[in-house]
RNA sequence: GGUCGCAUAGCUCAGUUGGUUAGAGCGCCUGCCUCACAUGCAGGAGGUCCGUGGUUCGAGUCCACGUGCGACCACCA
């Protein structure tokens, strides 16, 4: 305060602001709230008769009992309608006081009767409007909201209890000309709800303009940036147009405002420390000024003064500027663009480079969750139910950059079950890696080392890593959950732990040491992925796993960073088609309702990719649950059963005539059939027009003409086993 | 009045530079209490991507207009 008022920029002004006639105090525009649309109301059409005894005026207005205060009538300067009326006289009703009619084009000539009657002391417009015809600014209210003796007979009335007898009274007089009903553009307290009154006052302001030059500058050249980069516009637009800032506030609880007037002399003090006597005349009769500072006159400094600012600290000066905000966009105005302001002001940078605008919660109907609303839900009742990772796992998965999220309790079950699920893979493999130490891989093993399924997981983590890593730079906090939740539920546990427990329940020792290292190493991995998205199960777990852990609290621990030498195509393609090919028969014999305890064999078309599926053989056994993997060498393949492509590795037969009804196999063939034919027409419209041929690039024309001779092919093959099957059994005639 | 955002499966939402058959979770249907997990496992159904027009060989994606929601700003008395 003392800073800014040495350098000018805070003065004491004379103007309208926002009153609370209960909280006795003014308000600064965020603490006036507009209520949505208006509130039901009227516009009252007071006829104010000519001083001549003419027919005078016809102002509108929808607060009648502030015409007490009137001193003017004002209208458009190229409004032919008064033009008579300019610089004459008209009867102010109830007070029969003249006043002027005055040209000001301010006023809207559509609106009302476009003659808007002036009330200096209570309306901001006409405050403006009587500096520049210098009309007297009559107060005709009390703090209290009551009508002062300005008001005449209607002195000690409640403001709107005077609103009625005015109305009352114009009517008994006939100059009530008509009563319009109105949605009235109405300000409330954000404490108390009471109305607002716009008055005339004397407060405390910050001068704004030259505060807000840098914090435009500092948006404009690059040197902070708002993310999502929308909210830019928002800060600008509000920087740019600006208005002096009230921080004064009549509450007795707050900052004092640290101005001392002198009792004796009249000399205003403003100083760091109480002063005892007078600079001027020496008396000691100081009184400081009663008031308070806004919250936020205090709340922007918090950047530095979190950091025993004014003192230059180490700390200060390590953490000041720091990197990012995150906050919510409600209150760029209030807080951020303020936070910049004084940053620039007092500590002569920027605080943050980027401001990470997080999305505002919403309950299911989509209303923002506030207290006054009721409609939030207790978050310590979720985390009871649901546990804290979960709601913040749930939270953060459902919320995209620059959206709001709807959340409802229920969508906690999200985050609830994946809690669960990594709390079971991680007892999993807590039973699994034995009692002593397990080492995790530092680098990778020598090749042939290690086993399939562990090529593959380690391949998986680098990409899961480095795109996490992504997400999280770009700010995509719910992508960064979700490639998480994809790679722990849908790789890790759905495949990799079901790949590898054959290994573990088994007895070769040696290959289960190469598992438990690489199920150790990936469980550390996942877990410090998670961390700051799961904090407390992460860390139990962590704590658990039997290893050298590098840090006391996984809180600590390094992140992961992807690592290249990790990565592992072959291994990639080759689980990429085992899980294609255990889905197929899995699908196979589902759709064809064979029990899922029964056994079955299968046969391998592999086009000569033997050695593959020989590689696959004991996987595709323990999960499609098969007996025998045979492979077709040059065999005829077998006509007339279920079969499936598998990219890359052949063509996978499950051998069922004589187990299920024939008719089911032909259904399902037919309806494979009818989805690659439908899917064949398509590309070859596509390749038949010449201008795609022509003017698509070459790559993905080839690509289309790589997959119609795949269809063809796979098109001829199910023919094939169709007219084989129609063959041995034709289908019965209706 | 001005500025901005959103509209994709029954619900809640992904789909980042235009390019194979548009994805997930929940819900739904079928079958499983299989020795980490029924807060689970396996399989499946379900979409005129708000409408109209345009750009393009090609549009959920880009442009224009419209419709419906939402947010913010503003001196309509």
Redesign the pocket.
């Known amino acids: 305060f003392v800073r800014l008022y040495e350098k000018g920029l805070i003065y004491r002004g004379h103007r309208i602001i926002h009153w609370c006639i209960r909280c006795h105090t003014a308000l600064s525009?965020?603490e006036a709230v507009?209520t949505?649309g208006?509130e039901p109301g009227h516009?009252w059409y007071i006829r104010y008769p000519g001083a001549d005894a003419g027919p005078g005026v016809v102002?509108?207005?929808?607060?009648p009992e502030?015409m007490l205060g009137d001193t003017g009538v004002a209208v458009?300067p190229d409004d032919e309608r008064y033009r008579r009326l300019l610089g004459q006289c008209v009867i102010l009703p109830l007070l029969d006081r003249p006043i002027p009619v005055i040209a000001d084009p301010?006023?809207?000539?559509?609106?009302?009767?476009?003659?808007?009657?002036v009330?200096p002391a209570h309306?901001?417009?006409?405050f403006e409007m009587g500096q520049r015809h210098r009309l007297p600014a009559v107060c005709i209210m009390s703090i209290e909201g009551r009508i002062t003796e300005e008001g005449g007979p209607y002195v000690g009335l409640e403001r709107f209890e005077a609103r009625r007898r005015i109305v009352a009274d114009l009517e008994a007089r006939g100059l009530l000309v008509k009563t319009e009903a109105?949605r009235?553009?109405i300000r409330r307290c954000q404490r108390c709800d009471t109305i607002i009154e716009p008055y005339l006052s004397t407060q405390w302001f910050v001068k704004m303009a030259p505060l807000a030059e840098p914090a435009i500058e500092a948006v404009k050249s690059g040197r902070l940036r708002l993310i999502p980069d929308?909210w830019t516009?928002?800060y600008l637009?509000?920087l740019e147009?600006i208005?002096d800032w009230c921080i004064s506030r009549q509450l007795w609880w707050g900052h004092r405002i640290p101005v001392w007037y002198c009792d004796d002399c009249g000399k205003v003090t403003v100083a760091r420390v109480d002063p005892s006597v007078c600079g001027e005349c020496g008396s000691p009769r100081l009184t400081q000024d009663p008031d308070v500072l806004d919250t936020w006159f205090s709340s922007w400094l918090w950047p530095f003064s979190t950091m025993d600012w004014p003192e230059d600290t180490p700390t200060l000066r390590r953490f000041y500027p720091t990197d990012v905000l995150v906050t919510a966009?409600?209150i760029i105005?209030f807080w951020v663009a303020r936070m910049v302001m004084a940053g620039y002001e007092f500590m002569g940078d920027c605080p943050f480079r980027d401001v990470y605008l997080n999305s505002i919660v919403r309950d299911?109907h989509?209303?923002?969750m506030s207290k006054s609303l009721g409609n939030s839900p207790d978050p310590l009742e979720i985390i009871d139910t649901y546990g804290a990772d979960a709601l913040r796992f749930t939270i953060v998965s459902?919320a995209?950059?620059?959206?709001?999220?709807?959340y409802s309790v229920?969508?906690t079950?999200?985050g609830?079950?994946?809690?669960?699920?990594i709390w079971?893979?991680a007892?999993?493999a807590l039973?699994?890696l034995g009692d002593a130490p397990v080492e995790s891989w530092a680098a990778p093993p020598p090749a042939g080392k290690l086993g399939l399924p562990d090529r593959w997981i380690l391949s998986r983590l680098q990409a899961a890593i480095a795109d996490t890593q992504a997400?999280l730079d770009?700010y995509?906090f719910?992508?960064a959950a979700?490639t998480l939740?994809?790679f722990v539920?849908?790789e890790f546990?759905?495949w990799y732990?079901?790949l590898v427990?054959g290994t573990l329940?088994g007895a070769n020792e040696a290959a289960k040491t190469q598992v438990r290292r690489t199920l150790l190493t990936v469980l550390d991995q996942i877990m410090r992925l998670l961390h700051p998205f799961m904090p407390f199960v992460t860390e139990e777990i962590w704590q658990a796993l039997p290893m050298q852990r590098p840090a006391a609290s996984i809180m600590i621990a390094p992140y992961p960073q992807p690592v290249d030498a990790w990565r592992d195509a072959e291994a990639e393609s080759a689980i990429s088609q085992l899980i294609e090919a255990?889905?197929a028969i899995?699908?196979i014999?589902?759709?064809l309702?064979i029990?899922?305890t029964m056994a079955l064999k299968v046969r391998v078309a592999a086009d000569g990719r033997g050695d593959a599926v020989r590689a696959l053989e004991g996987f595709i056994k323990a999960l499609a649950r098969v007996d025998a993997v045979e492979l077709l060498g040059d065999q005829p393949r077998p006509i007339g059963e279920p079969s499936a492509l598998v990219a890359g590795l052949g063509e996978v037969f499950v051998p069922l005539r004589g187990v299920v009804d024939a008719a089911a196999v032909r259904e399902r063939l037919a309806r494979d059939l009818a989805?690659v034919d439908k899917?064949l027409k398509?590309?070859e419209a596509?390749l038949g027009?010449p201008?795609?041929v022509?003017?698509?690039?070459e790559e993905?024309v080839d690509?289309?003409r790589q997959?119609a001779a795949a269809l063809r092919d796979r098109r001829a093959v199910l023919e094939r086993h169709l007219a084989t099957l129609n063959a041995a059994a034709p289908a019965t005639r209706p």
């Not at 301010?106 to 009657?117: H, I, N, P, Q, R």
């Not at 309306?123 to 006409?126: I, K, S, T």
């Not at 022509?694 to 690039?697: I, N, S």
């Open positions: 525009d965020e507009t949505e208006g516009l102002v509108a207005t929808t607060r502030t458009h301010l006023v809207d000539k559509d609106f009302g009767t476009g003659a808007v009657k009330t309306d901001a417009n006409d109105y009235v553009p929308r516009g928002v637009h509000w147009n208005r966009a409600d105005f299911g989509g209303r923002k459902l995209p950059i620059g959206q709001d999220v709807r229920e969508k079950e999200f609830r079950n994946f809690a669960n699920k079971n893979a007892r999993f039973m699994n997400a770009a995509r719910n992508d979700t939740y994809r539920w849908n546990c759905d732990v079901e427990k329940y255990v889905t899995r699908n014999r589902s759709e309702g029990a899922p989805k899917e398509g590309v596509k027009r201008d795609f022509e003017r698509a690039p993905i690509k289309e997959r």
